[in-house]
């Protein structure tokens, strides 16, 4: 079993950046890929990012392409989404999430970090 633990939100202003982790622990090891999903007010959750846990291969959803960045730090084993934040739209709720090789959808699921953004 792998633990996931967000971390980092809270009340922003439109232009500010923000900084989530996302710390694993238990059988890491395991991990092939972590993302980043959110949940919007009203709205479904939605994939955001992920990177692949040994590689560093990233992928980002169209509309945060070159405001968000993804990172992991594989020596302590936590992930990391720096936003560059411009409207109250995107006020939601960041879940990290984690998947082994050979799965075909996330398994491990943090319970979640909530992001509020002000005009």
């Known amino acids: 079993q792998v633990e996931l633990v967000e971390s980092g939100g809270g009340t922003v202003q439109a232009g500010d950046s923000l900084r989530l982790s996302c710390a694993a622990s238990g059988r890491t090891f395991s991990i092939y890929l972590m993302g980043w999903f959110r949940q919007a007010p009203g709205k479904e959750r939605e994939y955001v990012s992920s990177?692949?846990?040994?590689?560093?291969?990233?992928s980002y959803v169209d509309p945060v392409k070159s405001r968000f960045t993804i990172a992991r730090d594989r020596t302590n084993y936590t992930m990391y989404l720096t936003m560059n934040i411009r409207r109250p739209e995107q006020t939601a709720f960041y879940y990290c999430a984690g998947r082994r090789m050979g799965s075909d959808q996330y398994e491990y699921w943090g319970n979640g970090t909530q992001v509020t953004v002000t005009p």
């Open positions: 990177i692949t846990w040994n590689g560093g291969t990233t």
